[in-house]
């Protein structure tokens, strides 16, 4: 029975049960539930933005794309911190590189050269450098990104930079390229071959980073290319483990379990990553 039957010569009609309790609450968890079953399924372009960036060795204004920070999750890193986030591989975004005159750095210190380094690049690099159309694109290749990374890091050379900031670059490499090989099928012989390439550069750009964060907690202050002492030591400690050096990772753990400043969270890993040593050390004995 429509007890509210009567209103229509008002143009209020009403149709179905009246139910005063019922405040619109029921309604909006009913609609709520129903865009929750049709939740749109995001992708990596979603995430990502076209952005215009002045080069300062030319001054000519080129895009490149950036990604949407505050829309993107974080999840759970890789062991050796190695950052990951849902739908997107952040780490393809971080270089900007200039596709006029072959200037390339990462994002953070793009604009930051001396006199001397926009001399040193301008000789070194754009003297050298053959311009290429740039690929339309949505979102950049794992290739592509590779590519202009490798770009980035013969402009630290050229330019004289920090050795943090050639290993920061060569860590970024060997995690891209780890990345690409363990999503690379070897279902085929071309795949094996590509994949294999891909182990090769990983291993070999890791170990230049290895090495060069080695030398840079000795000769340089932090932070790191924005990276402060105990998430180098931690990375450090996780790269010694790989290559079987555990005198260097103990000390490294140690450090960091003893040192006050360290995060409860990265003791806590700290002391996950100390069992691994144990372990590793008694099977080599065994």
């Given at each position: ?46 995430f ?5 960036v ?6 000519k ?18 062991a ?82 920090k ?6 670059i ?7 390229r ?76 140690s ?32």
């Open positions: 029975m429509n007890l509210l039957s009567g209103l229509e010569k008002f143009g209020l009609g009403q149709t179905g049960e009246l139910d005063i309790l019922n405040d619109g609450t029921e309604t909006k968890k009913r609609t709520t539930d129903a865009t929750k079953k049709e939740a749109v399924e995001y992708t990596e372009k979603d990502i933005l076209d952005r215009k002045v080069c300062p060795i030319c001054d204004e080129f895009l490149v794309k950036t990604v949407k920070s505050s829309k993107v999750k974080r999840m759970e890193p890789d050796d911190l190695r950052p990951n986030h849902e739908y997107v591989d952040t780490l393809k975004y971080g270089v900007a590189a200039c596709p006029r005159c072959g200037y390339a750095a990462m994002h953070r210190n793009f604009t930051q050269l001396s006199a001397a380094q926009r001399k040193w690049i301008r000789e070194t690099i754009t003297a050298n450098f053959k311009p290429t159309e740039e690929p339309k694109m949505e979102v950049y290749t794992y290739d592509y990104a590779v590519e202009k990374l490798k770009l980035a890091l013969v402009n630290t050379i050229a330019k004289k930079g050795l943090s900031e050639k290993a920061y060569c860590l970024n490499l060997a995690w891209l780890r990345a690409q090989a363990e999503q690379t099928p070897d279902d085929t012989p071309m795949n094996a071959k590509k994949k294999k390439q891909y182990e090769a550069e990983y291993e070999g750009f890791y170990r230049q980073a290895y090495d060069g964060f080695m030398k840079v907690v000795v000769t340089e202050t932090p932070p790191f290319f924005g990276m402060d002492a105990n998430t180098i030591d931690y990375i450090l400690a996780n790269m010694a483990v790989k290559y079987k050096e555990y005198d260097t990772a103990s000390k490294l753990v450090r960091l379990i003893t040192q006050p400043n360290t995060p409860r969270r990265m003791k806590d890993k700290c002391l996950e990553l100390k069992d691994d040593i144990v372990a590793a050390l008694k099977n080599k004995q065994e």
